[in-house]
């Protein structure tokens, strides 16, 4: 009279996909179909039970009092048939085949709210990226509330803004989204100039309409980011710029920046400083700050626009001769009212250092110095 206790707990786990061949098997031949779905010029028989068991959307319809829940064809406005075709082997068998397709595919699974389907394709979708398709997934993205893709498609298009704005896809834009792309302060470029340039090929891409929108959009560049050298001699020499009044009062503020940005260290209290160019930068050395003279060495960065300390002189210097020679930067003689010095300092930029070098045979102060074929002169 003992019974056994024992259970054996058997799940043979091909079985769910065995009855979804066997499902598909019988669909392909047209037996047990209890609906039939219509989508463009093609009839596509199915049974309910398996559309409910894998759409939320099919399950919504049929399985509360719609009225498709009681007919036997249903129109599926919209649809292509081969993607049709598509999502009912996807629902049957689990498998697509995702290639150009893609985004009507996903557009379709997310009508019919499949959603694994449908994460699939924005993988397929995130894998394809690139500078010259991101900005239409961005787009794609930002319509179908796609926002893992829209995330990484404007990422791409400030990471890499150099490259997208060379495709067709930038020129094609609308004037408005340009600007907020353009505008944006996640915008990675190297120089102010590639945007610049953006703006300047995209009115090309349409001289006759866009002609009018040029003034907009370069008030949206960041001109003062601008080389000098670029500013001067691209675009103010530009037609576009010249014959075109706003864009004029846009660069009178620029040209305000740069003269500015210039005298930012000139303004403080001192005098008797020289100022001298090397290497793209401009250098601010020494002088007179009324008590005082100083050992100080500014730098100004042009793309920047700012100003940085350098290493400071080795001993203070004022009223002194600057020369540029082989990449280093010579401090030579200087002095106050009383006193003339003969010291010669050199800079290397590389190192960031001063060191002294041969002092000159005599003292001098308030002098001029110049460099030709490799040698420094001094004058006064």
């Known amino acids: 009279n003992t019974q056994s206790s024992d259970v054996y707990e058997f799940e043979n786990t091909k079985h769910p996909m065995e009855v979804l061949l066997c499902f598909n098997q019988l669909r392909e031949r047209g037996l047990f179909t209890d609906v039939i779905l219509s989508a463009g010029n093609r009839e596509f028989p199915c049974h309910r039970a398996v559309l409910v068991a894998g759409s939320k959307y099919f399950r919504a319809m049929f399985c509360n009092d719609h009225k498709e829940s009681r007919e036997m064809l249903v129109q599926i406005n919209g649809m292509q048939p081969h993607i049709m075709d598509l999502l009912l ?133 960041r001109l003062p980011l601008i080389h000098p050298s670029y500013f001067v001699n691209t675009i103010e020499c530009d037609e576009q710029v010249l014959s075109n009044p706003a864009c004029q009062s846009i660069l009178q503020e620029t040209r305000k920046y740069h003269i500015l940005g210039l005298l930012a260290i000139v303004d403080r209290c001192r005098w008797r400083h020289r100022m001298i160019t090397m290497g793209g930068h401009v250098y601010c050395v020494g002088g007179y700050d009324g008590k005082n003279r100083l050992r100080s060495v500014e730098r100004y960065d042009s793309f920047s626009n700012t100003w940085i300390e350098v290493a400071p002189l080795l001993h203070p210097v004022s009223s002194c001769g600057l020369a540029t020679c082989h ?54």
Not at 135 to 150: D, W
Not at 335 to 347: A, E, V, W
Not at 353 to 371: C, D, E, G
């Open 327 to 380: 990449g280093k930067l010579y401090v030579i003689g200087g002095g106050d009212d009383d006193t003339s010095f003969n010291k010669l300092h050199c800079y290397n930029p590389e190192t960031d250092r001063w060191s002294l070098r041969s002092p000159m045979p005599s003292l001098h102060k308030n002098l001029s110095a110049a460099t030709i074929n490799g040698k420094i002169y001094i004058i006064g």
């Open 89 to 221: 082997v996807y629902l049957y068998t689990s498998k697509a085949a995702i290639a150009d397709n893609v985004q009507l595919l996903l557009e379709a699974a997310n009508l019919f709210q499949i959603l694994p389907l449908g994460e699939a394709c924005t993988r397929f979708l995130e894998a394809q990226l690139d500078p010259c398709n991101c900005i239409g997934m961005r787009e794609f993205a930002e319509a179908h509330a796609l926002s893992a893709l829209f995330s990484t498609a404007s990422e791409m298009i400030m990471e890499k803004f150099a490259d997208v704005v060379v495709h067709e896809e930038f020129l094609e834009l609308p004037k408005s989204r340009v600007i907020d792309y353009i505008s944006d302060d996640d915008i990675k470029v190297t120089r102010e100039e590639i945007v610049y340039e953006a703006v300047k090929r995209w009115v090309g891409h349409d001289v006759v309409t866009r002609s009018g929108d040029f003034a907009e959009m370069l008030s949206n560049v």
